[in-house]
Structure formats: C-alpha cells, structure tokens
C-alpha cells in the first residue's frame, strides 16, 4: 500500500486548486470570460496555474512507481518535498508582480531535478527487476 505518494498527490492538488481559484477571482474582476482578454494579469494567474498542471502529474506519476517499486521513505520524501517545494517557489516567484526571478529559477531546478531523479531511477529499477524477472 502506498501511503507517501498520496500525500504529496494531495498537497500539489491543494496547490493547484488554490492556482485555479486565482484565476477564477481574475476572471471576475477582470470580467473574462474566455481566454485570458488580452489582460497581462490573468495571463500571469493563467500561466502560473498552467505550469503546475504541466509538471505536478508526471512527478507525481514517477514518484508513486518508485513507491510501487519499494523504494524506501528517505529517497521518496526528498523526492516529494524537492518536487512541492519547486512548484511552491516557481508558482510564487512566476506570480509575483515584479517577479521574484531567483526563486522561479530554483522552483524549476527542484522540479526538473526530481523529475530527472526520478525518471532515471525508474528506468534503472525497471531494468534491473527485468533482469531479476
């Protein structure tokens, strides 16, 4: 039974909701509809909201085959945190007005750095339970 994958699931669809709610509030107060009204705004809450639904699955997905694999709670913690607190950090510093460059920069390297972790894990573990097997 998984029991680590679900928390960072639910955190970063915490995340992604809080993300959404910020564009609903810009659709309203901006009066849009559709799209994003040529509005530099809701672009912003737009883009911000779309990057984290870009990322946040596919590090969700490897992280739940690595914890389907066994691999122990250490590795899948520092995992989980690196990817929510990317996604934290690059959410923040993207959505900011000015942008907080640095911290949308390092966002992105924990992101991408769990990510690649984790892909190149599950491959080695795949090749290696393909050669137990």
């Keep these: 039974m998984m029991s680590i994958t679900p928390v960072y699931a639910g955190l970063l669809a915490l995340l992604l909701l809080w993300l959404s709610y910020r564009v609903v509030l810009g659709r309203r107060s901006h009066k849009v509809s559709v799209g994003d009204g040529e509005n530099k705004d809701l672009r912003k809450r737009m883009r911000v909201q779309a990057n984290c639904a870009e990322y946040a699955p596919i590090g969700i997905v490897l992280l739940a085959l690595l914890e389907l694999q ?11 945190l690196a990817l929510l607190a990317g996604r934290l950090m690059h959410a923040y510093g993207l959505g900011c007005t000015p942008q907080v460059v640095k911290l949308r920069v390092w966002g992105m390297y924990l992101t991408i750095g769990s ?16 050669f137990a097997g």
């Design 70 to 80: 066994g691999v122990s709670s250490g590795p899948l913690h520092i995992l989980g």
């Design 115 to 130: 990510l690649a972790v984790s892909a190149v894990s599950n491959v080695a573990l795949g090749v290696m339970g393909g």
